[in-house]
């Protein structure tokens, strides 16, 4: 695997339970435009966040982060939000799995989760696992990736992987 | 190795003779599902990559049943995007308005769905035909386009949970209040990526509709699936509708369990789930007399024949108060016609609720009833997140349908003991 960036950027921390309605509220599905989906990320959890996020930045959540609907719109809408990874300490299974298929690079750390706040300066070892933050000088480890999830990600993703596998 | 019925099912798609929790398999789906929110997503994948077939046009099913009979421009976009790719590479299992039902609720009436089957959909409560002993799994609009392409998903074996039953049920009490109460205890992450397996004496003599909406709401517990082992009832059910085979699984004795809980459900009341979460669930008599604007019977949870047969004998001879909306949705056109004929409808519109044609409609904040800011509705569907049916300032209570027939003629939420 070629060797992957850092991600660094500011904090953004939310609670527990973050539902796929306040990551993407559903009276917004009806386009699957990223651009136009990134404009109300996170709407109805903090209704300014368009406003405030920038490029590179964290979603930081707590247990069980994306639950909810099945909607692809949720990741889609993180990503396209310029959001570079999110960290938490649990994840709803089905945003889990589509954070992979779809490559919104995800990190499962309860400790990050609980050691970090808003406004936080993190960097990010997606290679390692490794979540530093910067801003209070302390280091927590995630969840490795399991061998199969490394597949996928090297293949660039379900579908490349499954074409290759039909071809 | 002893395994679960889930186990034993994804084992039986991968060509194994075991697998065990923890395992990444892939493995062949027996149908593939998708909707008008979720299937375009999957289609465009499929359209940019080129892709001239599917893997078998018998077995994926696409249903536009959430903002059709399309709401405004956008979402008739979409439902053509569907209605195009299902003439272009000959879906056989399209439904068009007229045949479109809400997906959990038609799949199964139709047939599609069967014992042993393992089935992804792009909607979490694909979960649903657990009910039927499959295994069924919601499913993102990627892995949707994956399985139309290949015919196979990668899966997670996941442990179990065993929840036992027992004990004969209250008046009205039915599977939604089994289901909330169970949610209520383990809480909306409690089974988080495991298997949530119902049994017991309860369970055994629990009717489908009742099993179906168990299943349905295994998601709002976090869980990969719910499955119920299938019996006498389930067979019952698939008679007349099945046109293939089909295979009875079951759990093995030795089978392992991460957990098992045992409730008697002879003690478990009507069951009312506060806002925000399902989690927040609570007996009746704890949410007597909030006041309501609105009551929405329906949704792939609630909206069976038997569950406006139970609202209809609630409201028979009562009127809707004063100031409260109340809408009843049979989820499938079966379901509307058989209604009509049992001469529910004439007990809905004497109390003075409107009946919709099928969707998912306010269930989802889509449309055909959205909460304004600071309204209160109560509904038989399976979420009230915030912001679920509307304003994000408005708020849902999730019960049964005797609970909301109920309330709605109360005027704020109430138990049918209450009229
Ligand atoms: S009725 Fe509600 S929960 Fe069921 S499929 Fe439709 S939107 Fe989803």
């Given at each position: 695997m070629t060797k992957q960036s850092l991600y660094k950027g500011k904090a953004w921390r939310f609670g527990d339970d973050i539902d796929t309605d306040a990551i993407i509220p559903a009276r917004y599905l009806t386009t699957s435009d990223?651009?136009?989906?990134?404009?109300?990320?996170?709407?109805?959890?903090d209704p300014d966040f368009q406003s405030k996020v920038s490029a590179g930045d964290i979603i930081v959540g707590g247990k069980n982060f994306g639950c909810g609907s099945s909607r692809e719109h949720a990741p889609i809408a993180i990503k396209a939000a310029k959001v570079s990874c999110v960290i938490a300490s649990s994840f709803a299974r089905i945003f889990y799995r589509n954070a992979f298929n779809m490559g919104l690079p995800i990190f499962e750390s309860p400790e990050a989760s609980a050691g970090i706040r808003t406004g936080d300066e993190l960097e990010v070892d997606p290679a390692e696992g490794i979540i530093r933050n910067l801003t209070r000088g302390v280091e927590f480890r995630a969840e490795p990736y399991p061998p199969f999830m490394v597949d996928l990600i090297q293949s660039g993703g379900l579908i490349p992987y499954l074409l290759k596998e039909v071809s | 190795m002893a395994m679960t019925i889930t186990q034993k099912i994804l084992a039986a798609h991968a060509g194994l003779d075991s697998v065990h929790p923890g395992e990444i398999i892939m493995a062949e789906v027996d149908l593939a599902l998708g909707n008008d929110i979720t299937a375009p997503i999957a289609i465009s994948i499929l359209r940019e990559k080129g892709i001239q077939r599917v893997f078998d046009r018998d077995r994926i099913a696409l249903v536009p049943d959430h903002f059709a009979p399309n709401k405004d421009i956008a979402s008739a976009e979409q439902c053509r995007q569907m209605r195009e790719f299902a003439?272009?590479?000959?879906?056989?299992?399209?439904?068009?308005?007229?045949?479109?039902?809400?997906?959990?609720?038609?799949?199964?009436?139709?047939?599609?769905?069967?014992?042993?089957?393992?089935?992804?959909?792009?909607?979490?409560?694909?979960?649903?035909?657990?009910?039927?002993?499959?295994?069924?799994?919601?499913?993102?609009?990627?892995?949707?386009?994956?399985?139309?392409?290949?015919?196979?998903?990668?899966?997670?074996?996941?442990?179990?949970?065993?929840?036992?039953?027992?004990?004969?049920?209250?008046?009205?009490?039915?599977?939604?209040?089994?289901?909330?109460?169970?949610?209520?205890?383990?809480?909306?992450?409690?089974?988080?990526?495991?298997?949530?397996?119902?049994?017991g004496e309860t369970i055994d003599s629990l009717p489908m509709a009742d099993r179906l909406a168990m299943c349905n709401m295994a998601i709002e517990a976090g869980a990969k699936n719910g499955i119920i082992t299938p019996d006498g009832i389930t067979e019952e059910y698939v008679k007349g509708r099945a046109s293939r085979e089909y295979t009875l699984y079951s759990s093995d004795p030795g089978a392992r369990y991460d957990e098992v809980h045992e409730y008697d459900a002879s003690a478990i009341d009507l069951q009312v789930a506060f806002p925000h979460l399902p989690e927040n669930s609570r007996p009746v008599g704890e949410a007597r007399g909030v006041s309501i604007d609105q009551v929405v019977v329906g949704s792939c949870t609630n909206g069976r024949l038997e569950d406006l047969r139970q609202a209809g004998e609630v409201l028979r001879g009562h009127r809707v108060a004063r100031g409260v909306r109340m809408i009843v949705i049979p989820a499938t056109p079966l379901i509307y016609r058989q209604a009509m004929d049992e001469g529910l409808f004439e007990i809905f519109l004497d109390a003075g609720a409107v009946i919709s044609t099928p969707t998912c409609g306010p269930c989802l904040g889509g449309h055909m009833g959205i909460l304004a800011e600071g309204e209160r509705a109560v509904a038989t569907t399976n979420r009230n997140f915030v912001g679920r049916m509307g304003h994000p300032k408005s708020e849902v209570y999730l019960s049964g349908p005797a609970v909301a027939a109920a309330s709605a003629v109360v005027g704020s939420i109430a138990s049918p003991e209450d009229l």
């Open positions: 990223p651009d136009e989906l990134a404009g109300h990320c996170m709407e109805d959890a | 003439r272009d590479f000959d879906i056989t299992h399209y439904f068009e308005l007229g045949e479109m039902g809400i997906e959990h609720a038609l799949l199964p009436e139709k047939g599609l769905v069967l014992p042993g089957d393992l089935v992804v959909g792009a909607d979490s409560h694909t979960c649903t035909y657990g009910a039927l002993g499959a295994f069924s799994m919601g499913v993102g609009s990627t892995d949707l386009a994956g399985a139309m392409i290949s015919g196979k998903a990668w899966f997670k074996v996941p442990t179990s949970i065993k929840f036992v039953f027992s004990g004969k049920l209250r008046p009205w009490v039915g599977g939604k209040d089994l289901i909330l109460y169970t949610i209520g205890r383990i809480g909306v992450d409690g089974a988080l990526y495991r298997s949530m397996e119902f049994t």
